[in-house]
């Protein structure tokens, strides 16, 4: 009863905050781009932890909008492919669903593909410190998950998720380097046995080029649900600006646990406006 209560009153809290970032008229100078629109494709491939390879597409389309030179927000509206149900997806988090089928009916094959709209996400996030000689930049950040997929076809939880996290990002030089980690409250659902959890990310590279970025990052996940693991992957990723407002980023991912895709890929672009 007292967490479900802690969980609304965290849930309420930051809806209250993203309305009010949205409501408000910050006295900030407006940066030159205000706008920014993306679309990108992300193949992932792998068991996670079963006797069945799931392969999956997700295609993003992202909104951004930045009020001010110190806060941004993020709409992603993902659609979703898979060639078997054998999995949930939960916030962009993949566990095995074959686990589940003794307390959970549904009225399709697991090993049918499915393909729908996925779950819209929101994130709000402040820059709190601006980066100086001897200090990161930090940005604190609020997150909400919207349970527009499909729960039956196992493209989501078919709850709301809430979040908070922090992040800080320093160049040295040529040298980038940026850190993250949040905290995701999931909704209760108790067929699923979805758990409360952290996820934390670190991220190194060196600028190439005035327009060319490459980087390295590994990734962290505590089990979104009880009969999941762990998640750690390792990415090589790249950054590269075509032109000053047109922008690809791109990345090729190896999972390093058990519950993790075995292999990943992904390619966005975006364009500033």
Do not use: C
């Not at 998950?145 to 922090?166: R, S």
């Not at 959890?197 to 996940?221: D, H, K, N, V």
């Not at 009880?226 to 590269?240: F, G, H, P, T, W």
């Amino acid at each position: 009863m007292v967490r479900a209560y802690l969980r609304n009153a965290f849930s309420g809290g930051v809806a209250l905050a993203l309305a009010a970032l949205l409501a408000a008229v910050p006295a900030f100078a407006a940066p030159a781009k205000k706008f920014a629109i993306g679309l990108g494709v992300d193949f992932a491939s792998g068991d996670y932890g079963t006797d069945t390879t799931t392969d999956s597409l997700r295609v993003p389309l992202t909104l951004d909008y930045f009020p001010s030179d110190r806060l941004d927000f993020e709409l992603v509206i993902p659609y979703l492919y898979q060639n078997n149900s054998n999995t949930i997806l939960a916030g962009g988090m993949r566990f095995p669903f074959e686990r589940h089928m003794g307390m959970r009916q549904t009225s399709f094959d697991t090993g049918d593909s499915q393909s729908g709209l996925g779950d819209i996400s929101l994130t709000a996030g402040y820059l709190l410190v601006q980066a100086s000689e001897y200090l990161p930049s930090v940005r604190p950040l609020l997150y909400l998950k919207f349970p527009t997929a499909d729960e039956d076809k196992g493209l989501g939880t078919g709850e709301f998720d809430v979040g908070a996290g922090i992040g800080a990002a320093k160049w040295f030089g040529p040298w980038y380097t940026f850190a993250e980690a949040r905290y995701i409250f999931q909704g209760s659902n108790s067929d699923l046995g979805l758990k409360d959890y952290a996820t934390a990310e670190g991220e190194a590279g060196y600028r190439l080029t005035q327009r060319f970025l490459p980087t390295i990052s590994l990734w962290w996940s505590a089990p979104p649900a009880d009969d999941a693991s762990d998640l750690v992957e390792a990415r090589l990723k790249e950054k590269y600006w075509m032109t000053d407002d047109v922008y690809l980023e791109g990345y090729l991912g190896k999972g390093l646990s058990d519950g993790t895709a075995d292999i990943g890929a992904g390619l966005a672009a975006f364009f500033s406006f």
